[in-house]
Nanobody, 116 residues
């Protein structure tokens, strides 16, 4: 399974971005997927996760009400709609795919920078 993120960039506080993560390879093995982020000097943290059928599982408290995760299985892609961005949302955002064989795959990450 290969994952490629896109959609990151530099925005001002209060603006929006939409991240995409396209999966390829053995996509039939993919179960849940999710978005994680890592800010400089901090550990990687969960942002949002979603089931195979497209139901959100959970969101980090810090993004609830502002971010929305979604999934399009026909395109093997998940999305993260990020609204009302804050400077503390600045991080590298990673896509993760969990397979039915208990393996975990990560994308290379996409940088999101929010200026105040």
């Amino acid at each position: 399974v290969q994952l490629v993120e896109s959609g990151g960039g530099l925005v001002q506080a209060g603006e929006s971005l939409r991240l995409s993560c396209a999966a390829s390879g053995s996509t039939s093995r993919i179960n849940n997927m999710g978005w994680y982020r890592q800010a400089p000097g901090k550990q990687r943290e969960l942002v949002a996760t979603i089931t195979k059928s497209g139901s959100p599982i959970n969101y980090a408290d810090s993004v609830k009400g502002r971010f929305t995760i979604s999934r399009d299985n026909a395109k093997n892609t998940i999305y993260l709609q990020m609204n009302s961005l804050k400077p503390e949302d600045t991080a590298v955002y990673y896509c993760r795919a969990d397979t039915y064989y208990i393996t975990v795959h990560w994308g290379q990450g996409t940088q999101v920078t929010v200026s105040s």
